[in-house]
């Protein structure tokens, strides 16, 4: 991820490293991918957080889909055609990603998760509303060959703006987790949402002009996929985490259970000191 934005800032000044810019993106997001596929299978057909991590997985196929044809873009210059219907997968991804995210909060909130707000979120809603409003309205000033492409363009940030907001509920529930690899993904789920919509912020017309923009627009660019890509891979780590439990458990399931009660009484222990 370090990588990634020393990429991106590197771009500003040396354009040619764009090239590397769309295949480093579909790799991350076929790894996301791959994982998202993994821990669905964890879980029981039909239950809520099954259809969430498969939402996940379609909507990272999809991205994939999306940044194929940019690459095609990039390399062909078929602006007429490519650079018009691009939108059409990066819809289609958010919609998927914010079904996702409401998934996971509808999952959470079943167990008193993720259900209880603070006056400080209000604060947190208008900041994102704003950060959303302009390239909103920017966006209208988009041009496309083809009429029923340019609803489209004005849609995202708008779905970008969803997605944050439910990033907000996400912060909740890594808040009251208190801490570990569940915790860990969901706070880089809500980094990767946020850096996306203030990217496309500081994208915006009135402040693309000027350097510094560039270098956070591309920075941030370039390295927000990879926070997706590590949320997938802590969520994995928990997976594995539980199989290893299980088959110590059921290898010796007396010793288990011991050193389970030795360690929530130590637990006990440091909290009164």
């Not at 997985?57 to 873009?73: G, K, L, M, P, Q």
């Not at 209208?140 to 083809?146: E, F, G, L, N, P």
């Not at 500081?202 to 926070?227: M, Y």
Request: aromatic share 12%; net charge positive.
């Amino acid at each position: 991820m370090a990588a990634a934005t020393a990429l991106g800032i590197a771009a500003v000044a040396w354009p040619r490293i764009g090239v590397l810019d769309q295949p480093l993106k579909i790799v991350a997001y076929a790894v996301a991918l791959v994982y998202w596929l993994k821990i669905s299978g964890d879980h029981p057909k039909g239950s809520t957080m099954r259809t969430a991590w498969l939402l996940l997985a379609w909507s990272s196929a999809i991205s994939i889909v999306r940044h194929c044809f940019e690459s095609v873009d990039y390399f062909t210059n078929s602006q007429l055609i490519f650079s018009s219907f691009v939108q059409i997968p990066i819809v289609l991804a958010l919609i998927l990603l914010t079904a996702a995210l409401f998934a996971i909060w509808f999952g959470f909130a079943a167990i008193g998760l993720g259900s209880r707000f603070k006056f400080s979120d209000l604060v947190w809603i208008g900041i994102l509303a704003i950060l959303a409003f302009v390239p909103y309205l920017f966006s209208w000033r988009a041009h496309s060959t083809y009429a029923l492409i340019l609803p489209i363009i004005s849609l995202s940030p708008l779905l970008l703006t969803i997605p944050a907001l439910l990033a907000l509920l996400l912060h909740r529930i890594e808040q009251e987790m208190g801490g570990g690899q569940l915790a860990t993904s969901l706070r880089l789920i809500v980094t990767f949402l946020l850096s996306r919509l203030i990217a496309l912020a500081v994208n915006s017309p009135a402040l693309s002009s000027f350097v510094t923009s560039q270098v956070i627009v591309n920075a941030t660019a370039w390295a927000s996929i990879w926070f997706f890509t590590l949320a997938a891979a802590y969520r994995w780590r928990l997976t594995l985490s539980i199989r290893e439990l299980t088959s110590r458990y059921q290898t010796d399931p007396e010793a288990e259970l011991a050193g389970l009660v030795l360690l929530a009484e130590t637990q006990q222990q440091n909290a009164r000191k």
